[in-house]
């Protein structure tokens, strides 16, 4: 059964694969900051991943607490600062009726079918993307910018 219907009348509960934040992440050049969580996230906060955007295979669509109004938000997130992904049917009313908002604009219902197949990839995409930033020189513009703000603007 891909939605389960609760007998009670209440919205379908969907599956979904559910995420934590990481508690610390790299940051900047070469990662040598570390910063806790992401932008929207606290690390270790609890998201539930509801969709992945396949032909970039970097971001996923994620519901979740946000970090400083602890108000359930929609938004995009890249993928490697998610981890310990696991499958689940939700039950919170409140992360299912955000769901079943999206699923309305996207118009492609969260099906566990579609759950499982975003577990199975999003690990790889992980891998993809920490290779990826691995391989990637560093922007020629830090440089620069780093030389400007020691002798200021050429006259």
């Known amino acids: 059964m891909d939605t389960e219907t609760p007998a009670n009348g209440e919205a379908p509960q969907h ?10 992440r790299g940051y900047g050049p070469e990662s040598g900051e570390t910063r806790n969580g992401t932008k929207h996230f606290r690390g270790g906060a609890k998201v539930h991943i509801i969709d992945c955007y396949a032909g970039m295979r970097r971001n996923v669509a994620v519901v979740g607490l946000h970090r ?3 108000k359930l938000v929609t938004c995009v997130v890249r993928v490697e600062p998610v981890e310990n992904l696991r499958l689940k049917l939700v039950y919170s009313p409140s ?12 118009g492609h219902p969260l099906t566990r079918d579609l ?6 990839s999003l690990p790889a995409w ?4 920490r290779v990826r930033r691995l391989r990637t ?5 830090w440089r620069f910018w780093a030389r400007w703000t020691r002798t200021g603007p050429a006259s």
């Open 15 to 24: 599956w979904g694969v559910v995420a934590n934040v990481a508690k610390e």
């Open 137 to 141: 020189p560093h922007h020629p513009w």
């Open 68 to 70: 400083q109004s602890r």
């Open 115 to 120: 759950a499982e197949e975003m577990l199975g």
């Open 95 to 106: 992360v299912n009726e955000a769901i079943a908002r999206y699923v309305r604009e996207d």
């Open 126 to 129: 992980q891998e993809e993307e």
